[in-house]
């Protein structure tokens, strides 16, 4: 019995041909292509040149039709229908028409499954394109610094508190940080950058050693760029599978660098990037009409326009500043530009709410290219033409001033210092990291309907493994036993993991020394199933196979007390920065000719460290010391050389920072984590391809998941690739045989 099929493009119905095969191909990950992701289901079919069809695809053989003509540049929103039920959602691509005696002939189309078109959702946008970010802007000051530092900064997004959104991490790309107790006075090599911390200074200045905040870039949780692109693009959300639950996600974060060095010195001389709202207004006599909470004035009067009459004097009067009153409701503002002091400067505002009744929330905010000062401050709110608005107007003529002294101070913009990376490069960087795969969840009785499941590979496998009453689909009756194909699955002989080049001093010298890149890893045969005899094995077929992140990896220094003989501290920091690395008597800290380096997107865990060594902080003049502190590490956790973190960033195990030892047999490697068991299954002396033919019913085609697992009489498969003829059922199905272990 033949399906009855239907296709659909924007909701209008397609003419088939009566004869049409029409064959869906699925996969979720390809045992010949690892590092492929995004992958789905795609449909290739020629539907006839009819009247409707014409009229869909508006006559695209007619290249003189420019009205209202068939845009063949996008992807139009399909559906696929089997017995009149929604089967497949997803995107239709017209490739062209053929011809035939000057005629149109046949349309062919290709239709994508939704998880494909992530992509096309995306395009070129960058991460600093993702306007959410913004909720995470904040003054970058010694107070928010020092804070983030120590405890991070807590922001709160839609209701929601996000804690630790924002952390200063110990790294720098400038200054050469380390510790000496005993030394510290001393002026040879980089001595400012001792973060020691002198209790005994009666000063208080730690002799100008230590930490400034200008040292340090922010870095933000991974979780909320994935909430940015959820935010931005319709149609994407991601299920918390892994963003949500995984351990190995939970405290990874992006640092913050776009370009090398501190962040003052990257400024365009041309932008405006000191920031300063005003707040603090006082009044001796309060007008009904207006009310002022913090840097947010509200005005409740029907009056259309207002003056915002400023004085002041300013710290730098060679300086140019810019005033912006901005409504904060609907983003409308004035701009008004200045140099020096000021008496009774006019800063006119159309409010817009006339006879509506409105209430109007304002703010000034002050801004210049470097930190001024702004002092003895006076506003004057005054209405213009309140007549005109009938008896409900109200005049405003109020006098507010502000004692304290307004500062502006650097505005971190979130979105502007993102490092320079693609959306789409981003999460794709992301899964191949941890092996994960991606659907669109298709069931209107999924709690998930309409998002996109994210896991590792292992547990979307393992779903099926827990769940084998419902996940194992058992075809004996279906299956074609005349002929099949068994095939090897050797599609490579090495699997190479990258990261980005990164030419920092502590990644360079750990490559000189020990002749590899820290991070990385190549595997191979020898490495996965070895020959106890020979301890090798030949390999003479397959390729070399490359899975390379558009992220970079930086190796960090537990600092060594310079001044006790080398003993270790509990502060570890990264560098951003290269040149010649040497050390000199134990006695001085490690010197060299140091630059900072624009590096590749970086990824870390953030861990919150106590130390007993404490860390001199500098705020001027003055010295404060830090106990707690966020620690960069490649390890998700704090781990010991007998109880490793349970997560590395590193595909190979290496000699851990923290514990300086090594992970014994790299259990806790990205490799191990997420790859090591798919990929030692392919290169099984007993792994077999299997090309089988089944003839399929409408129930199992609707119904089929990547990841069930397919018993044949009594041998256990997975779906390595399914093409099926939509009509017929007559499938074609690639299937790798599963052992035991894998199923119990």
């Given at each position: 019995?033949?399906?009855?099929?239907?296709?659909?493009?924007?909701?209008?119905?397609?003419?088939?041909?009566?004869?049409?095969?029409?064959?869906?191909?699925?996969?979720?990950?390809?045992?010949?292509?690892?590092?492929?992701?995004?992958?789905?289901?795609?449909?290739?079919?020629?539907?006839?040149?009819?009247?409707?069809?014409?009229?869909?695809?508006?006559?695209?053989?007619?290249?003189?039709?420019?009205?209202?003509?068939?845009?063949?540049?996008?992807?139009?929103?399909?559906?696929?229908?089997?017995?009149?039920?929604?089967?497949?959602?997803?995107?239709?691509?017209?490739?062209?028409?053929?011809?035939?005696?000057?005629?149109?002939?046949?349309?062919?189309?290709?239709?994508?499954?939704?998880?494909?078109?992530?992509?096309?959702?995306?395009?070129?946008?960058?991460?600093?394109?993702?306007?959410?970010?913004?909720?995470?802007?904040?003054?970058?000051?010694?107070?928010?610094?020092?804070?983030?530092l120590e405890s991070g900064l807590d922001f709160t997004v839609n209701s929601v508190s996000?804690?630790?959104?924002?952390?200063?991490?110990?790294?720098?790309?400038?200054?050469?940080?380390?510790?000496?107790?005993?030394?510290?006075?001393?002026?040879?090599?980089?001595?400012?950058?001792?973060?020691?911390?002198?209790?005994?200074?009666?000063?208080?200045?730690?002799?100008?050693?230590?930490?400034?905040?200008?040292?340090?870039?922010?870095?933000?949780?991974?979780?909320?760029?994935?909430?940015?692109?959820?935010?931005?693009?319709?149609?994407?959300?991601?299920?918390?599978?892994?963003?949500?639950?995984?351990?190995?996600?939970?405290?990874?974060?992006?640092?913050?660098?776009?370009?090398?060095?501190?962040?003052?010195?990257?400024?365009?001389?041309?932008?405006?990037?000191?920031?300063?709202?005003?707040?603090?207004?006082?009044?001796?006599?309060?007008?009904?009409?207006?009310?002022?909470?913090?840097?947010?004035?509200?005005?409740?009067?029907?009056?259309?326009?207002?003056?915002?009459?400023?004085?002041?004097?300013?710290?730098?009067?060679?300086?140019?500043?810019?005033?912006?009153?901005?409504?904060?409701?609907?983003?409308?503002?004035?701009?008004?530009?200045?140099?020096?002091?000021?008496?009774?400067?006019?800063?006119?505002?159309?409010?817009?709410?006339?006879?509506?009744?409105?209430?109007?929330?304002?703010?000034?905010?002050?801004?210049?290219?470097?930190?001024?000062?702004?002092?003895?401050?006076?506003?004057?709110?005054?209405?213009?033409?309140?007549?005109?608005?009938?008896?409900?107007?109200?005049?405003?003529?109020?006098?507010?001033?502000?004692?304290?002294?307004?500062?502006?101070?650097?505005?971190?913009?979130?979105?502007?210092?993102?490092?320079?990376?693609?959306?789409?490069?981003?999460?794709?960087g992301i899964f191949k990291m941890f092996n994960l795969t991606a659907y669109y969840i298709?069931?209107?009785?999924?709690?998930?309907?309409?998002?996109?499941?994210?896991?590792?590979?292992?547990?979307?496998?393992?779903?099926?493994?827990?769940?084998?009453?419902?996940?194992?689909?058992?075809?004996?009756?279906?299956?074609?036993?005349?002929?099949?194909?068994?095939?090897?699955?050797?599609?490579?002989?090495?699997?190479?993991?990258?990261?980005?080049?990164?030419?920092?001093?502590?990644?360079?010298?750990?490559?000189?020394?020990?002749?590899?890149?820290?991070?990385?890893?190549?595997?191979?045969?020898?490495?996965?199933?070895?020959?106890?005899?020979?301890?090798?094995?030949?390999?003479?077929?397959?390729?070399?196979?490359?899975?390379?992140?558009?992220?970079?990896?930086?190796?960090?220094?537990?600092?060594?007390?310079?001044?006790?003989?080398?003993?270790?501290?509990?502060?570890?920091?990264?560098?951003?920065?290269?040149?010649?690395?040497?050390?000199?008597?134990?006695?001085?800290?490690?010197?060299?000719?140091?630059?900072?380096?624009?590096?590749?997107?970086?990824?870390?865990?953030?861990?919150?460290?106590?130390?007993?060594?404490?860390?001199?902080?500098?705020?001027?003049?003055?010295?404060?010391?830090?106990?707690?502190?966020?620690?960069?590490?490649?390890?998700?956790?704090?781990?010991?050389?007998?109880?490793?973190?349970?997560?590395?960033?590193?595909?190979?195990?290496?000699?851990?920072?923290?514990?300086?030892?090594?992970?014994?047999?790299?259990?806790?490697?990205?490799?191990?984590?997420?790859?090591?068991?798919?990929?030692?299954?392919?290169?099984?002396?007993?792994?077999?391809?299997?090309?089988?033919?089944?003839?399929?019913?409408?129930?199992?085609?609707?119904?089929?998941?990547?990841?069930?697992?397919?018993?044949?009489?009594?041998?256990?498969?997975?779906?390595?690739?399914?093409?099926?003829?939509?009509?017929?059922?007559?499938?074609?199905?690639?299937?790798?045989?599963?052992?035991?272990?894998?199923?119990?």
């Amino acid at each position: 019995m033949q399906n009855k099929v239907q296709l659909y493009i924007e909701n209008q119905k397609l003419d088939l041909f009566s004869d049409e095969s029409i064959e869906i191909n699925s996969k979720i990950q390809d045992l010949r292509d690892i590092g492929k992701i995004f992958t789905d289901f795609t449909l290739a079919s020629n539907v006839p040149a009819s009247p409707a069809n014409n009229k869909i695809f508006s006559h695209f053989y007619n290249y003189n039709i420019t009205t209202g003509a068939y845009d063949h540049r996008t992807k139009k929103v399909g559906i696929i229908e089997i017995n009149h039920l929604r089967f497949r959602e997803g995107k239709v691509h017209l490739n062209g028409v053929v011809m035939k005696n000057q005629k149109p002939h046949t349309y062919n189309i290709v239709f994508y499954g939704k998880t494909v078109s992530i992509k096309d959702l995306v395009g070129d946008d960058e991460l600093s394109d993702l306007d959410y970010l913004s909720n995470y802007d904040h003054e970058y000051n010694n107070t928010n610094v020092k804070a983030g530092l120590e405890s991070g900064l807590d922001f709160t997004v839609n209701s929601v508190s996000q804690t630790d959104a924002i952390i200063y991490p110990l790294i720098t790309s400038k200054k050469r940080l380390f510790y000496d107790s005993v030394g510290f006075n001393s002026t040879s090599g980089n001595f400012s950058g001792n973060l020691y911390f002198d209790t005994t200074d009666t000063s208080g200045t730690n002799g100008g050693r230590g930490l400034e905040f200008t040292d340090l870039k922010p870095a933000i949780k991974a979780i909320h760029i994935i909430e940015a692109i959820e935010n931005k693009y319709s149609g994407i959300e991601f299920t918390r599978d892994f963003f949500g639950n995984s351990a190995a996600f939970s405290n990874l974060y992006l640092w913050l660098s776009s370009k090398k060095g501190e962040l003052n010195e990257n400024e365009d001389d041309e932008s405006y990037t000191f920031v300063k709202k005003l707040t603090g207004y006082t009044s001796s006599d309060p007008n009904p009409f207006v009310t002022i909470s913090g840097s947010d004035i509200t005005i409740n009067t029907i009056t259309c326009s207002y003056d915002f009459v400023l004085s002041f004097t300013v710290s730098d009067t060679t300086e140019p500043y810019r005033i912006i009153v901005r409504n904060t409701a609907t983003g409308q503002e004035t701009i008004t530009d200045g140099v020096g002091n000021k008496t009774g400067l006019n800063l006119y505002f159309v409010a817009r709410n006339q006879n509506t009744g409105i209430t109007q929330n304002l703010e000034i905010e002050l801004s210049s290219k470097t930190g001024i000062t702004f002092s003895s401050i006076s506003l004057d709110i005054e209405s213009i033409a309140a007549g005109f608005f009938g008896s409900n107007s109200v005049n405003i003529n109020k006098t507010y001033t502000i004692s304290a002294p307004q500062q502006t101070t650097f505005l971190f913009d979130t979105k502007i210092q993102m490092p320079k990376l693609k959306v789409i490069d981003f999460l794709t960087g992301i899964f191949k990291m941890f092996n994960l795969t991606a659907y669109y969840i298709e069931d209107p009785s999924d709690t998930d309907y309409e998002k996109i499941y994210v896991d590792t590979l292992d547990n979307f496998y393992a779903d099926a493994v827990n769940n084998q009453l419902t996940q194992t689909i058992t075809l004996d009756k279906y299956v074609d036993i005349s002929e099949h194909n068994v095939d090897v699955t050797l599609p490579f002989t090495d699997i190479e993991f990258e990261y980005q080049e990164t030419n920092t001093v502590l990644m360079e010298h750990h490559e000189e020394r020990f002749r590899e890149v820290f991070g990385n890893a190549e595997f191979n045969v020898r490495n996965s199933t070895r020959d106890t005899a020979t301890n090798t094995i030949k390999i003479d077929r397959g390729t070399k196979y490359q899975i390379k992140l558009p992220f970079s990896h930086l190796k960090y220094e537990r600092l060594l007390n310079l001044g006790t003989f080398g003993t270790p501290t509990d502060i570890q920091w990264g560098y951003s920065a290269g040149g010649e690395f040497r050390s000199d008597t134990t006695s001085t800290p490690p010197t060299g000719d140091f630059d900072s380096r624009l590096i590749k997107p970086l990824l870390f865990y953030g861990i919150q460290q106590t130390t007993s060594n404490s860390i001199a902080f500098l705020d001027g003049g003055s010295a404060s010391e830090v106990t707690t502190y966020f620690r960069p590490s490649n390890s998700n956790e704090e781990g010991t050389s007998t109880t490793p973190a349970a997560f590395t960033l590193n595909f190979d195990n290496e000699v851990d920072e923290w514990s300086r030892s090594e992970t014994p047999n790299a259990f806790n490697s990205l490799y191990a984590n997420f790859y090591q068991s798919y990929v030692e299954g392919v290169f099984n002396v007993a792994r077999r391809m299997h090309k089988i033919t089944a003839f399929l019913p409408s129930s199992i085609i609707a119904n089929y998941k990547l990841n069930h697992q397919i018993k044949i009489h009594d041998r256990m498969f997975r779906i390595n690739s399914i093409t099926i003829n939509l009509v017929t059922g007559k499938s074609t199905i690639e299937l790798y045989n599963i052992f035991q272990s894998d199923i119990v």
